[in-house]
Every structure is written in structure tokens, then in C-alpha cells.
């Protein structure tokens, strides 16, 4: 049995140990989850607006963000949505993950999973939008769950989460969008704890 100097020791090795990557794990988004709202998003191209039905994970009192209103851009009917509220700064070494659950109501064109980069710390200056993933006729109905990752490219200091969704021919499709994370280490766990909410746990199944 360890000795107690022993045991506070390898206490704060632990705690020394796993405290920079738990902070480095931190979802930078504000509101990820839409449990009441959708402040601190928007919708640059399009409408955005509170699903207070239709939570992934049937979180009671707890909804989604809805995306519609597509504008006809370029030939294309466009939606895109934005974390306007929430800025992740990176370094050349850092690895970026970004998560999101999506649901569709009808086929579109084309998908894209990006990042808006910005060339300072504080996604202040030099906005440019980097699909990282792209994606084509999905199917309509279901949730899915979208990842996605990568390091920052050359002279990139600060990053947000944006998606865009654009169709040929369908002005009127919608996007619910849920369980949204960005941050610098791919989470194991998404859960609500932080925001006081258990409903995504479980003391009965394993």
C-alpha cells in the first residue's frame, strides 16, 4: 500500500500530468449543444433560427439550430452556418478537430465541413473560408455525425467553425445542426456537465 507522501505525490503527477491536455480539449464553441437559443451563431448566407423539438439525443428542454432560407449565390441555393461567437487560436504544430451532428431535410448538392483561418489570434483579420471535407448527396432524415480535422495552414492563427451547404436547384431545403464541438484534441466524451446538464448520461446503461 502506498505510503502517504507516496500517494500525494503521484496525486499531483497525475493532476500535473493530465491538466494541459484536458484544457487543451476544451470545446471553444459557446452553445454547442442549442440548449435554449442559438446565440453566439449565425447564418452568414441564409436564416438560422431555435428547433426547440428535435434534440439528437432527446434531451428535454434542449433543441437544435435550423438552418433554411437558402440564397441563390453564384448558381447555386446557398446556406451557410457560422459559431459568429466562438474563436479557437492555433499554432503551426496544433491539430484542429471539429464535430458536428447534421440533419438534412432534403438531398444537396454539395456539403462542405470548412474553417473560417484568420491571420491574427483573435479571428479579427485576414478571414478566409477553408473547406476541409466536402461531401455530395447525403441522405435526407437522419442524424449524422460529421468530424473532421487537420492543422492550420501557412500564416493561420485563429480559426471558427463554418459549414456550407449549396444545391443547383433546391431553394428550400433546411439543416438542424446539434452536438457541435471545436477544439484542439478530438473528444472522447461530449457531454453537457459543464453547463450543469446531466441528460446525456446515463446511471443504468454501461
Known sequence: MLSVPVRIAASLLVELVLAPAASRAQNVLVNPDFNSSVTAWSAPTGALAFGAAGDVDGCAGSGVAVGSTPVFVG???????????????????????????????????????????????????????????????????????????????????????????????NPNFQVALDRTYLGLLDPVFLDDFEAGSTCRASAVAP
Open 75 to 169: 448558381g447555386q441555393w446557398t446556406l451557410e452556418i457560422a459559431a459568429s461567437g466562438s474563436c479557437l487560436a492555433v499554432q503551426p504544430a496544433d491539430l484542429i478537430h471539429m464535430n458536428a451532428r447534421l440533419r438534412l431535410s432534403a438531398v444537396i448538392g454539395n456539403t462542405d465541413f470548412a474553417f473560417e483561418t484568420y491571420t491574427d489570434s483573435a479571428c479579427t483579420t485576414g478571414a478566409l473560408v477553408t473547406p476541409t471535407v466536402g461531401y455530395t448527396a447525403l441522405p435526407t432524415g437522419i442524424w449524422f455525425d460529421f468530424r473532421t480535422g487537420g492543422a492550420p495552414p501557412p500564416g493561420v492563427q485563429s480559426v471558427k467553425f463554418f459549414m456550407r451547404f449549396r444545391d443547383p436547384a
